[in-house]
């Protein structure tokens, strides 16, 4: 099985960035889609971007398309998101998930990943 360790968050000022890091174990992530999620208190989570096992397709939410941008590099078995020009509204506990064997240009449902990290803080904040 899958295990997903997230990393990377913390606190940073509006228009800052942030890389989040997505670290694997317990398989290879080539075979894997990841998507990265994220939940703001008192909002239901929701998806932010994906990419698909080959890493050719990805997918953004509107509201991160053009300042957002999902990775995966196999040799290092880590998943990423870059994040820049943040904005207040970012903030949230990010997670990364993953399924096996996954091509399609559209990111899934969240009951569709299998495999989910434990999250990691984001504030976006002056």
């Known amino acids: 099985q899958l295990q997903l360790v997230e990393s990377g968050g913390g606190l940073v000022l509006p228009g800052g960035s942030l890389r989040l890091s997505c670290a694997a174990s317990g398989s290879t992530l080539e075979y894997y889609a990841i998507a990265w999620f994220r939940q703001a208190p008192g909002k239901e989570r929701e998806v932010v971007s994906c990419?698909?096992?080959?890493?050719?397709?990805?997918s953004y939410a509107d509201s991160v398309k053009g300042r957002f941008a999902i990775s995966k590099d196999n040799a290092k078995n880590t998943g990423y998101l870059q994040m820049n020009s943040l904005k207040p509204e970012d903030t949230a506990v990010y997670y990364c998930a993953a399924t096996e064997y996954y091509s399609g240009s559209y990111c899934l449902d969240q009951t569709e990943y299998y495999d989910w990290g434990q999250g990691t803080q984001v504030t976006v904040s002056s």
């Open positions: 990419i698909s096992s080959s890493g050719g397709k990805t």
